[in-house]
């Protein structure tokens, strides 16, 4: 008996970058079956030349630029084009990837401008073309048993919902401080930026769209004035809080400090004093490395953020990066305009409400929430070092534990795949786009609840949304 097996799905990517690269290609070169890349454009050239000998690419495939990528001489060279450019740069290449004939994966947010989101989604719906936006959480284990408890009406009917997104203070200030999301005018309003995947939640688990939002927000330790005295332009221009100060950057992105909890970061004393040890004895650690894998990372941090900064990984080049580029600024002098904490509360049908914190001062990375039914309450939280979800039903004042997993440090917890997965089976017909729950349609109700907080915001009054 000969088993019929589809051929994959095609794809060319513009933005070979961290999202490009890291999670997409990542799970391309793991699901050879299910999904191929046949071109790329970026015009970085170590970025993509890694990505070419990633996927075998050839030369004649390999373009400077989305602009070469998709003009009309080339044609339609795949099924779908992933558009992985940065936030100002999704317009222009995903409505020429349309109209060259091309489905789309594409980045979030869509656009920062409201009506370039609309351009997008009008121009595929002439032309027939799916678009997958990024909102990976929705393909999370946690999230969709946040949504399955809800549905099932295991507390009753929804009357509150309150989500907060607890940016750690070395990851907001890797991307919202030093980083490339720092100034609005160059990425979007970190709620676009940052929350429009927790405004998705919050739309798709109430399952309605909000009818109005009130919002406040500042940009309050980020600032200059907050900078130590005697503090330099630079972590590496003999900074006399070197010691003391957990954005110190070569210990972010030299040694991970902050991502493994070690050195300054380590939560006791025996493990700081251990951990400073092993740190100042270099040539120790590296002949204990050899027998334990988990403290070579200690010698050189090659992951996020540190992939972020240079493609050269090496000591060397990572501190030439700091002393060169805007990651080795002092934290509080990196000329960023975003805001460093939100309060949001939107009024759903029905007299449903839902809150929106976010802000970027936490000590852990990851998002809490609690749901307020009228027969009980869920609360869960998701963050790198595990997640966890429980019910408390009002009869039997009994908490119960329906949801638990252990340490996810990467592709957001089963969501980058999920999508992946989702995205294969709209191309192969097996579900259709709207089903998949990130479709375009979907997608911009999050990103009008975004342009909406910052009117309100920016108004200080409680602002409606139009349908
Ligand atoms: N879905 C998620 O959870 C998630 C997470 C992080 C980032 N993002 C979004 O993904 C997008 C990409 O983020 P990233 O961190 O990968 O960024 P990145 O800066 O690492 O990658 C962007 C790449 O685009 C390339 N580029 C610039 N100009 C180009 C051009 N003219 N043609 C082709 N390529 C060009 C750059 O050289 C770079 O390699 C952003 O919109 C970001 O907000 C989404």
């Keep these: 008996m000969s088993i019929h097996r589809e051929p994959p799905v095609t794809a060319v990517l513009t933005g070979a970058g961290l999202r490009g690269r890291e999670a997409y290609g990542e799970y391309a070169l793991k699901n050879p079956g299910k999904l191929k890349f046949l071109a790329v454009a970026d015009p970085d050239f170590e970025r993509r030349r890694a990505f070419q000998l990633d996927h075998n690419i050839a030369d004649n495939l390999a373009f400077e630029s989305w602009e070469t990528l998709f003009s009309p001489g080339n044609g339609r060279l795949a099924d779908a084009a992933f558009i992985c450019t940065q936030d100002n740069l999704h317009y222009h290449p995903a409505l020429a990837a349309l109209n060259s004939g091309y489905h789309l994966v594409l980045e979030k947010p869509v656009s920062p401008n409201l009506e370039e989101c609309r351009a997008i989604a009008a121009l595929a719906e002439k032309e027939h073309r799916k678009i997958q936006v990024c909102h990976v959480l929705r393909f999370t284990a946690f999230w969709r048993k946040i949504k399955e408890l ?141 027998f334990n894998k988990g403290l070579r990372s200690i010698l050189n941090w090659n992951r996020f953020p540190a992939t972020v900064i240079t493609t050269d990984l090496s000591p060397a080049g990572k501190m030439k990066a700091l002393k060169e580029g805007p990651y080795g600024k002092c934290i509080f002098k990196a000329v960023n305009d975003v805001l460093d904490h939100q309060i949001t509360t939107y009024r759903f049908p029905g007299g449903v409400t839902g809150t929106l914190t976010l802000h970027g001062v936490s000590e852990l990375e990851g998002r ?100």
Aim: proline share 5%; glycine share 10%.
């Design 150 to 290: 809800v549905d099932s009406g295991r507390i009753g009917r929804v009357i509150h919902y309150d989500h907060s997104e607890n940016v750690s203070y070395w990851h907001f200030g890797h991307s919202y401080v030093r980083g490339n999301y720092r100034n609005e005018a160059s990425s979007s309003p970190v709620i676009l930026a940052k929350s429009c995947h927790d405004l998705d939640l919050m739309y798709w688990v109430i399952g309605a769209k909000p009818l109005s939002v009130q919002s406040m927000g500042d940009l309050t330790h980020y600032r200059p004035e907050n900078a130590p005295a005697g503090a330099p332009e630079r972590c590496t221009d003999g900074c006399p809080e070197a010691e003391t100060c957990p954005w110190y950057a070569p210990r972010t992105y030299l040694t991970g400090e902050p991502l493994l909890r070690i050195g300054l970061h380590a939560p006791s004393r025996t493990t700081r004093f251990l951990a400073h040890f092993a740190l100042n004895h270099r040539r120790a650690l590296s002949l204990l490395s050899h």
């Design 368 to 467: 809490e929430i609690r749901i307020f039914g009228t027969k009980g309450t869920i609360r869960g939280y998701f963050r790198y070092n595990g997640e966890q979800i429980t019910v408390t039903d009002f009869r039997y004042s009994k908490t119960n534990i329906v949801h638990r997993a252990g340490l996810s440090m990467g592709g957001h917890g089963g969501g980058d795949f999920g999508l992946m997965d989702s995205f294969v089976k709209v191309m192969r017909g097996e579900i259709n786009p709207h089903e998949a729950g990130t479709d375009i349609d979907n997608a911009l109700e999050a990103h009008y609840m975004a342009f909406a907080a910052e009117a309100a915001r920016t108004a200080q009054r409680e602002m409606q949304l139009a349908d």
